[in-house]
């Protein structure tokens, strides 16, 4: 499985990104059954959850993107989305994709996210 993600980007704080991360190399059967999610990490501190998504529908995000952060996924085009709004300075990281099958978890490369005041 290979996770691209795009959508990156520098911005001021208020503003919006929509990240969007790219499946390949992965049965659509697979991914319907699969949590996907997004993390970020800041150079020094370790990787946290920002959004997650289970293979019922079901949502979880941290508690500091809650209202502004909203996950999505198309299953057709083996993608999922974060759109981010009303960003902060805090937001600012890396972002990486993440496809959990059950039994294996896949990462992305990462997409840097820079929130300027």
């Known amino acids: 499985v290979q996770l691209q993600a795009s959508g990156g980007g520098s911005v001021q704080a208020g503003g919006s990104l929509r990240l969007s991360c790219a499946a390949s190399?992965?049965?659509?059967?697979?991914?319907?059954?699969?949590?996907m999610g997004w993390y970020r990490q800041v150079t020094g501190k370790q990787r946290e959850l920002v959004a997650e998504?289970?293979?019922?529908?079901?949502?979880n995000y941290q508690d500091s993107v809650k209202g502004r952060f909203t996950i999505s996924k198309d299953i057709a085009k083996k993608r999922v989305y974060l759109q981010m709004n009303s960003l902060e300075p805090e937001d600012t990281a890396v972002y990486y994709c993440?496809?959990?099958?059950?039994?294996?978890?896949?990462w992305g490369r990462g997409t840097q996210v820079t929130v300027s005041s």
């Open positions: 993440n496809v959990n099958t059950g039994s294996l978890d896949y």
């Open positions: 190399r992965i049965i659509t059967s697979e991914l319907v059954k699969s949590r």
């Open positions: 998504l289970s293979s019922t529908g079901s949502t």
